[in-house]
């Protein structure tokens, strides 16, 4: 992403701590590691946060039907979490938690300051609550839904309450603005003109504490009987957690990664409440779609809904970086949905990575050992026709074409361009036939040459590969007997033409990605 500040803040939403961690959590989080990941490797300093929202209402009644306080339910299940995070390979820098003090004492301080500005004051609201969701809806969006919550189906409460509110109207001119003149604040285009629309409506204040909260919760400043609103809780997560001497560079965030059920408080009341403390706003708030399974919505009851127990599966069946391809180039990342079905998952393993990536850098480095005694061949200069100048042209254009593309969040076709690369050394294989050159020792310093074009094709490929496939990458550069810090790296400059050494030891090693059949 070029930048004159080499740095990069990407967020996942926080998670609530209700339940145990499933595919919508992981999709986001993979999506925020890929990224960060990238910006790693391009030599961004890089901060990625997640972590659990803890305050909810029914995060109460929940643990008191389990026999746990609240606190103990938060635990077991934030550890949960992070435990999950960790066994799939997430390179989090954080993982931030609504209940320890070095976000609620921040909270604090920032509702302070919105009290002082005249932001937020106290009134009584009435309105159509969605108990499971714990947000209002306004009359006309609960009339829009039969006064039923758009996400359980249960009927809407009425209710009545003295609250604290937050000023949301007097931005309205703003907020409108910001999207108008700054597309790229919300996508995809999709959500931003849904945002748009809901705006032309007209913005209401909305209430930003609640009463009889038991405790649990960020108490409101000066008025212990109001608790601060979960969502105004949590929305602020992305910024108490680099509030801090050494990580305050890293504001204002690059892009919020959210799904599309939270898109209107992190695309207006979000921005909003920045505006109101004169702070600057987040680059981009990037709202995906959701997982359906083999065609339908995702059921416990229908037995298709993708869990621990089932990512574990295929994990232990594929590998974790076939996972992650999925993921990434399958997932609804635009404005519709997205099927995680396992026939398509197989399809996709196979002719990705077994039969395009996997294949032929296996056929490239058992050439090079069997050919060459597992050394690298010389590069021959002067000898390279219009072919070998093609497959190094493609190669040498994939930086610029992955940069391009990770800043825009297009995840999948980054990962396609990068993929081109590999065909495009399939392709050469065809049209130059090393296996039959070989045969013929005249023929051998074009051989080595045709190697060589071939192994710094797939280097090259495989740096802009490998913030999604971290594992099989690096397997890939022992065979070549490369290492690169994807920690801190020079992408744009490993990326150049001519990075392995003549006479470099290649192994043959076991296949990347093994063919699969669907069972």
């Given at each position: 992403?070029?930048t004159?500040?080499?740095?990069?803040?990407?967020?996942?939403?926080?998670?609530?701590?209700?339940?145990?961690?499933?595919?919508?959590h992981?999709?986001?989080?993979?999506l925020?590691?890929?990224?960060?990941?990238?910006?790693?490797?391009?030599?961004?300093?890089t901060?990625f946060?997640?972590?659990?929202?803890?305050?909810?209402?029914k995060?109460?009644?929940?643990?008191?039907?389990?026999?746990?306080?609240?606190q103990?339910?938060?635990?077991?299940?934030?550890?949960v979490?992070q435990d999950?995070?960790?066994?799939?390979g997430m390179?989090?820098?954080?993982?931030?938690?609504?209940?320890?003090?070095?976000?609620?004492?921040?909270?604090?301080?920032?509702?302070q300051?919105?009290i002082?500005?005249?932001d937020?004051?106290?009134?009584?609201?009435?309105?159509?609550y969605?108990?499971?969701?714990?947000?209002?809806?306004?009359?006309n969006?609960?009339?829009e839904?039969?006064?039923?919550?758009?996400f359980?189906?249960?009927?809407?409460?009425?209710k009545?309450?003295?609250?604290?509110?937050f000023?949301?109207?007097?931005?309205?001119d703003?907020?409108?603005?910001?999207?108008?003149?700054?597309p790229?604040?919300?996508?995809?285009d999709?959500?931003?003109?849904e945002?748009l629309?809901?705006?032309r409506?007209?913005?209401?204040?909305?209430?930003i504490?609640?009463?009889?909260?038991?405790?649990?919760?960020?108490?409101?400043?000066g008025?212990?009987?109001?608790t601060?609103?979960?969502w105004?809780?949590?929305?602020?997560?992305?910024?108490?957690?680099?509030d801090?001497?050494?990580?305050r560079a890293f504001?204002?965030?690059?892009?919020?990664?959210i799904a599309k059920?939270?898109?209107?408080?992190?695309?207006?009341?979000?921005?909003?409440m920045?505006m109101?403390?004169?702070?600057p706003?987040?680059?981009?708030?990037?709202?995906h779609?959701f997982?359906?399974?083999?065609?339908?919505?995702?059921s416990?009851?229908?037995?298709?809904?993708?869990?621990?127990?089932?990512i574990?599966?295929?994990?232990d069946?594929?590998?974790?970086?076939a996972?992650?391809?999925?993921l990434s180039t399958?997932?609804?990342?635009g404005?519709?949905?997205?099927?995680f079905?396992?026939?398509?998952f197989?399809?996709?393993y196979?002719?990705?990575?077994?039969?395009?990536?996997?294949?032929?850098?296996?056929?490239?480095?058992n050439?090079?050992?069997?050919?060459?005694?597992?050394?690298?061949?010389?590069a021959?200069?002067?000898?390279?026709d219009?072919e070998?100048?093609q497959?190094?042209?493609?190669?040498?254009?994939?930086?610029e074409?992955?940069?391009?593309?990770?800043?825009?969040?297009?995840?999948?076709?980054?990962?396609d361009?990068?993929?081109?690369?590999v065909r495009?050394?399939?392709t050469?294989?065809?049209?130059?036939?090393?296996f039959?050159?070989?045969?013929?020792e005249?023929?051998?310093?074009?051989l080595?040459m045709?190697?060589?074009?071939?192994?710094e094709?797939?280097?090259?490929?495989?740096?802009g590969l490998?913030?999604v496939l971290p594992?099989k990458m690096?397997?890939?550069w022992?065979l070549l007997?490369?290492t690169y810090?994807?920690?801190a790296g020079?992408?744009?400059?490993?990326?150049?033409?001519?990075?392995?050494?003549?006479?470099?030891d290649?192994?043959?090693?076991?296949p990347?990605f093994?063919?699969?059949?669907?069972k």
């Amino acid at each position: 992403m070029p930048t004159n500040d080499p740095k990069f803040y990407v967020s996942t939403p926080i998670y609530y701590v209700n339940d145990r961690p499933h595919i919508g959590h992981i999709y986001t989080t993979t999506l925020a590691d890929v990224l960060a990941r990238y910006h790693r490797l391009r030599g961004d300093r890089t901060f990625f946060l997640t972590g659990t929202d803890e305050h909810a209402a029914k995060v109460v009644d929940t643990a008191k039907e389990k026999g746990f306080t609240a606190q103990q339910w938060a635990d077991q299940n934030a550890g949960v979490f992070q435990d999950t995070f960790k066994k799939l390979g997430m390179s989090n820098d954080d993982f931030i938690r609504t209940s320890q003090d070095r976000h609620t004492s921040r909270v604090k301080q920032y509702i302070q300051q919105l009290i002082e500005s005249g932001d937020v004051y106290a009134g009584e609201y009435e309105g159509w609550y969605d108990a499971g969701q714990e947000e209002y809806l306004p009359e006309n969006k609960a009339k829009e839904y039969d006064y039923r919550s758009p996400f359980n189906n249960k009927p809407l409460v009425r209710k009545v309450e003295t609250n604290y509110f937050f000023k949301l109207s007097a931005y309205q001119d703003r907020l409108t603005e910001l999207l108008n003149d700054h597309p790229q604040f919300v996508q995809p285009d999709a959500r931003r003109n849904e945002v748009l629309g809901r705006i032309r409506e007209g913005l209401n204040d909305v209430p930003i504490s609640r009463s009889g909260s038991g405790g649990w919760g960020i108490a409101m400043p000066g008025d212990e009987s109001q608790t601060v609103y979960v969502w105004i809780d949590a929305l602020f997560n992305y910024y108490t957690t680099v509030d801090t001497d050494d990580r305050r560079a890293f504001w204002p965030a690059d892009v919020h990664l959210i799904a599309k059920d939270i898109l209107w408080f992190h695309a207006v009341i979000w921005p909003a409440m920045l505006m109101a403390l004169d702070l600057p706003l987040p680059k981009q708030v990037y709202s995906h779609s959701f997982w359906i399974s083999e065609g339908q919505k995702m059921s416990k009851s229908l037995g298709n809904f993708i869990d621990l127990e089932k990512i574990d599966e295929y994990v232990d069946e594929f590998s974790l970086d076939a996972l992650r391809w999925y993921l990434s180039t399958q997932g609804p990342l635009g404005s519709t949905d997205s099927d995680f079905a396992h026939g398509k998952f197989v399809d996709v393993y196979n002719s990705d990575l077994a039969n395009t990536l996997g294949n032929c850098a296996a056929r490239v480095t058992n050439m090079i050992v069997r050919y060459f005694d597992g050394k690298m061949p010389a590069a021959a200069p002067g000898r390279e026709d219009a072919e070998a100048r093609q497959l190094r042209s493609v190669a040498m254009g994939m930086y610029e074409k992955v940069d391009t593309l990770y800043e825009k969040v297009a995840v999948a076709a980054a990962n396609d361009a990068a993929l081109e690369v590999v065909r495009a050394v399939d392709t050469f294989i065809e049209q130059t036939q090393p296996f039959k050159l070989a045969k013929d020792e005249s023929q051998r310093e074009r051989l080595g040459m045709i190697l060589y074009y071939c192994a710094e094709a797939l280097r090259i490929a495989s740096l802009g590969l490998s913030p999604v496939l971290p594992d099989k990458m690096a397997e890939f550069w022992q065979l070549l007997g490369i290492t690169y810090d994807t920690q801190a790296g020079d992408l744009a400059d490993w990326c150049q033409w001519g990075g392995l050494q003549l006479g470099s030891d290649v192994q043959k090693g076991a296949p990347l990605f093994p063919r699969k059949q669907d069972k």
